[in-house]
């Protein structure tokens, strides 16, 4: 089935199988902190919500100092939101992108 929906199999259309994908635009904000781009695998596990509190918790327990920088502290988190992702028993696979924008999200630890 996703890979139908993926390729927008013609006669799969008549059943309801689309392959038009979720598309938001939004206006970035001076606080806004870093995007996360996630395919289904992970939304079937995952609120928005709870995506964002994860990876706000991760940025929060990871001192930047462990890591030679930014993207591999990033890295760091969405690997562990991913592999938290098959925990909670995702049956669809699971790929995500966080970008961090401007600078590391906000913690209090050095």
Same mark, same amino acid.
């Given at each position: 089935? !996703?890979?139908?929906?993926?390729?927008?199999?013609?006669?799969?259309?008549?059943?309801? %199988?689309?392959?038009?994908?979720? %598309? +938001?635009?939004?206006?970035?904000?001076?606080?806004? $902190?870093?995007?996360?781009?996630?395919?289904?695998?992970?939304?079937?596990?995952?609120?928005? !919500?709870?995506?964002?509190? +994860?990876?706000?918790?991760?940025? !929060?327990?990871?001192?930047?100092?462990?890591?030679?920088?930014?993207?591999?502290?990033?890295?760091?988190?969405?690997?562990?939101?991913?592999? $938290?992702? %098959?925990?909670?028993?995702?049956?669809?696979?699971?790929? @995500?992108?966080?970008?961090?924008?401007?600078? @590391?999200?906000?913690?209090?630890?050095?």
């Amino acid at each position: 089935m !996703e890979v139908s929906r993926s390729i927008g199999d013609r006669n799969l259309k008549k059943f309801g %199988v689309i392959s038009t994908p979720d %598309v +938001y635009k939004c206006t970035l904000q001076d606080d806004d $902190e870093f995007l996360l781009v996630a395919c289904d695998g992970l939304w079937k596990v995952f609120s928005v !919500e709870d995506a964002l509190d +994860y990876v706000l918790a991760k940025f !929060e327990s990871l001192k930047s100092h462990e890591f030679p920088d930014n993207f591999a502290r990033s890295q760091s988190v969405v690997n562990q939101l991913v592999n $938290e992702a %098959v925990r909670r028993g995702t049956t669809d696979n699971v790929s @995500a992108i966080l970008v961090t924008i401007n600078s @590391a999200p906000k913690t209090n630890k050095p």
